[in-house]
């Protein structure tokens, strides 16, 4: 069989679902590559969409292949009154055999170099308005697979987990991190109000370019978490954690402000991610500008005072 792969958003972040079909294809000797034009005939044509229209436009459907297959959170979400809504039943999950596939990575020649990606859990407790993992993955944090799963050896090592820190089985799975002596990057950021003296010294001995955290609901006070993980985490280095600032979703500028001073304070580095970009006010891309450029942040410590002609 011939198989093609369209990944919708771009080639500029890996697709973990194409990279497992692509595997598990290729395990039953399919002929697999990415669908490029029409010229060519295809048995099957995979449509990959992580991010919802708001971000990435639907591709059309090809022509030459005799059945597409479309899924990805990114087909599952609308867009209603400027907030995005995730239909489960619209969602198309992996089956287990797929699901937990060694990922072909050769889809990716340059991203996945000497970087392995993957979940060790999946879903998070929480269920913030603006979040889809809830309804994707279920209101617990469940243990989905051990590091081997998805690395073999690589350099660096990324954690898509949305809220490793709620599972029962989190220090085994840190324990698998540290042990991998792998760079380690959570990149959906770790949940800094679960972080007790157990998880920050299993984090003080893994090899992390940088711990990324979110301070996204400005009504809950997180400035005693960071403050207390800041005095404990053995590393100084204030460039290895970055603090995702969700803006734009009910919170006033004060409050945006307040967050990233809070965290400037307390040795952190504030990132400002605004929701709906596209009708966001000025001032919060603005805002954006400002703290995410970490030069002008830098030289200009007070908002007030930034110009928007430097950049
Ligand atoms: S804590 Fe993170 S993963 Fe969990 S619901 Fe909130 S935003 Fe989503």
């Known amino acids: 069989m011939k198989v093609g792969l369209i990944d919708v958003d771009g080639h500029n972040y890996p697709n ?10 290729k395990a039953k000797g399919d002929t697999v590559e990415w ?14 969409k992580v991010f919802s229209d708001a971000y990435t436009k639907d591709a059309p459907e090809p022509m ?12 599952a979400i609308t867009l209603e009154n ?6 489960a039943e619209r969602d198309l999950p992996l089956a287990p055999e797929i699901e937990h596939i060694y990922p072909d990575y050769s889809l990716y020649p340059e991203l ?22 809830a309804g994707k993955e279920g209101r617990a944090s469940k243990k989905v697979a051990n590091l081997s799963e998805f ?47 157990d998880v920050t010294a299993l984090l003080g001995k893994m090899r992390v370019k940088c711990l990324h955290f979110a301070w996204d609901n400005p009504a809950e006070d997180l400035e005693p978490f960071f403050a207390k993980f800041s005095e ?24 945006d402000l307040h967050r990233i001073y809070t965290l400037r304070r307390l040795g952190f580095d504030p990132y400002v991610m605004i929701y709906n970009k596209q009708e966001a006010p000025r001032e919060t891309r ?14 200009v410590p007070d908002f007030r005072n930034y110009d928007e002609k430097l950049g």
């Open 16 to 25: 973990l679902a194409l990279m497992k079909l692509s595997a598990w294809h």
């Open 35 to 48: 669908w490029w034009s029409d010229l060519f005939q295809f048995d099957l044509v995979y449509m990959a």
């Open 64 to 75: 030459n292949a005799e059945r597409v297959i479309k899924g990805g959170t990114g087909y």
């Open 82 to 87: 400027g907030v995005e809504v995730y239909h």
């Open 112 to 133: 996945t170099k000497e970087t392995a990606f993957g979940f060790l859990t999946r879903g998070c407790p929480r269920g913030c308005a603006f979040c889809h993992v």
């Open 151 to 197: 690395w073999s050896g690589q350099r660096n090592v990324t954690i898509m987990d949305p809220n490793i820190l709620a599972c029962k089985d989190r220090e085994d799975l840190l324990a698998q991190l540290v042990a991998s002596a792998a760079y380690v990057d959570f990149n959906q950021g770790l949940d800094i109000r679960l972080i007790d003296n």
């Open 232 to 255: 404990r985490y053995a590393r100084k280095d204030r460039r290895t954690k970055v603090v995702y600032v969700l803006t734009n979703f009910g919170s006033t500028q004060e409050e």
């Open 286 to 299: 603005l805002l954006q500008r400002w703290c995410n450029n970490r030069v002008i942040f830098n030289t």
